[in-house]
């Protein structure tokens, strides 16, 4: 690994002093806050908590399990119970020095004993082989009480990155599994510890052991509103502070704008996921010719989308990233609707007439799978596509799915198009393109945005296994691939809402979609 990517990886010490001197500010401004308890909403109960499952809220797990190092904006990565690390042997030892003076929830010390049960947890195992560090984990050395080692059989592909990841990486008490090894309690060092939880809300409170700077108010209640118009309808009634994120209590960006109108605060940031249209040429026999597919694309009024269904808070995408990550290749302009040239991309495809384009006596009729559950607004994006589509002579039709079914019918490729979401940061660019193109990689959750064993998967395992200052060049290969073959439509970069009453101050959006935003905010009594 060259000191050029480490550099850029793991952040600038300036600004890391930048952070400190923030932290030192806020500590006095938290002096003088008020106690008492953020409400946040959340759209289902928290779950299974284990570090190594992934079947919880994640955001709730950011509350007491920490990483080694966290992700920080612009992809820099900054100290957390290592406060120091160094790369070596081409990428392939790892020295860590870990915090000292860390203690779990329940007492236990953090040293590098704890630190190694926890790596030997997911480290190496098959599970977890779809991360770069377990996949090339060869051993681990403990060096002393805080300093550890280890090592790989490869370099591994941003493996600090990957070591900020909310799970498996996130640290546990040894303490907090049964006889049997697997999780029983959910014990970390975070600054929050867990006092109740059932499928109402989740309660927590101080961690008074915590290591660093605990939030001026006391007391967190994560609770569980499942339907969107009551969690907006509690906010404006003062029940809950709080509510937002992809992944906890989504807001659309009309409920964004209704609360703007009704006086709430309401905190919107580009985010680092993007909306993409993907096509099954599987399926639909006419999406294997590129034509077609660019054809769709282009008929599909991004601005439009951005500026009327996202009230302006989202961004058209030209490219499957954008460039608030890392590694998102050469950014290009989002496509611009052109009606003639999309119609006549079809023509010269052979599908003709009107006002239902036909080709061999077969209607171009392709079925667009969306699930309101999984993408907020995609019904009603879905609904503007249709109409666009009908202009150049494609009949879309619509089909609606609940959240459980749309993961179905996406791995048993029951859509002609439909909609995917990027992972976003710190699992990107990475971690989408493994899991979501890579033919060979297992994705039992969300199905495949597009495969090609035999163009694209060559491409995506040499950027996966490329280092230093090659990484940029190939896996540019891959996205050159993805543009030149129309084999992917990206729409929209989406954006990040939250909305929070008045007796919130301070707030602003995570990192990532996976943290829970609770630091530097005071609260009103």
């Not at 599909?300 to 990550?325: C, E, Q, T």
């Not at 029951?414 to 393109?433: M, Q, R, V």
């Amino acid at each position: 690994m060259s000191v050029k990517r480490r550099t850029f990886l793991q952040g600038a010490a300036g600004a890391i002093g930048l952070a400190i001197a923030q932290g030192a500010l806020s500590k006095i401004a938290y002096a003088q806050g008020a106690a008492g308890t953020l409400r946040v909403a959340i759209a289902k109960p928290a779950g299974n908590l284990d570090p190594q499952s992934h079947y919880a809220i994640w955001a709730i797990q950011d509350l007491m399990f920490e990483p080694l190092v966290k992700y920080g904006k612009g992809g820099q990565i900054e100290p957390c119970l290592a406060t120091d690390w160094k790369i070596e042997d081409g990428g392939k030892t790892l020295h860590l020095t870990l915090r000292q003076g860390v203690t779990f929830q329940d007492g236990t010390k953090f040293d590098a004993a704890s630190c190694k049960w926890n790596l030997e947890r997911w480290m190496g195992l098959d599970q977890f082989s779809w991360m770069n560090c377990s996949k090339h984990f060869q051993s681990l050395d403990v060096v002393d009480d805080y300093n550890i080692t280890l090592h790989f059989k490869e370099p591994v592909l941003a493996l600090m990155q990957e070591l900020s990841y909310t799970r498996p990486t996130r640290f546990l008490s040894p303490k907090s599994v049964g006889v049997d090894g697997k999780f029983k309690d959910p014990v970390g060092t975070g600054p929050w510890r867990q006092v109740s939880a059932d499928d109402t809300q989740s309660v927590f409170e101080h961690h008074e052991g915590y290591w660093g700077q605990l939030p001026s108010y006391e007391r967190l209640e994560a609770k569980v509103i499942p339907d969107a118009r009551s969690r907006v309808a509690a906010l404006r009634a003062g029940e809950i502070d709080l509510i937002g994120g992809f992944w906890i209590a989504p807001l659309t960006p009309e409920e964004g704008k209704q609360l703007e109108g009704a006086g709430l605060n309401v905190v919107v940031d580009p985010g680092n996921v993007t909306l993409v249209l993907a096509f099954n040429p599987d399926r639909a026999e006419a999406l294997k010719d590129s034509q077609v597919r660019k054809a769709v694309s282009i008929g599909i009024d991004r601005a439009a989308i951005s500026k009327v269904l996202y009230h302006g808070y989202a961004k058209p995408a030209g490219n499957m990233f954008s460039g608030a990550l890392p590694y998102a290749g050469t950014q290009y302009d989002a496509p611009v609707r052109d009606v003639a040239a999309a119609s006549a991309l079809l023509e010269k495809a052979g599908w003709t007439g009107s006002p239902i384009r036909s080709k061999n006596g077969k209607p171009l009729t392709l079925e667009l799978v969306v699930s309101p559950d999984a993408v907020p607004g995609s019904r009603v994006i879905a609904e503007v596509i249709q109409s666009e589509m009908k202009e150049i002579g494609i009949d879309l039709v619509i089909r609606s799915v609940d959240h459980a079914s749309k993961h179905t019918d996406m791995l048993e490729q029951k859509y002609d198009l439909g909609f995917f979401l990027t992972y976003g940061a710190p699992y990107d660019p990475f971690g989408s393109i493994v899991a979501l193109c890579l033919s060979t990689f297992k994705n039992d959750v969300e199905g495949k945005l597009v495969t090609d064993p035999v163009n694209l998967d060559p491409l995506i395992n040499a950027a996966t296994a490329a280092t230093g200052d090659q990484i940029q060049p190939t896996i540019q290969k891959v996205y050159d691939w993805l543009r030149d073959n129309d084999a992917i439509a990206p729409l929209v970069y989406v954006p990040s809402i939250w909305a929070h009453s008045t007796r919130v101050h301070g707030f602003t959006s995570p990192v990532t979609e996976y943290d829970m935003p609770y630091e530097n905010i005071l609260l009103d009594d």
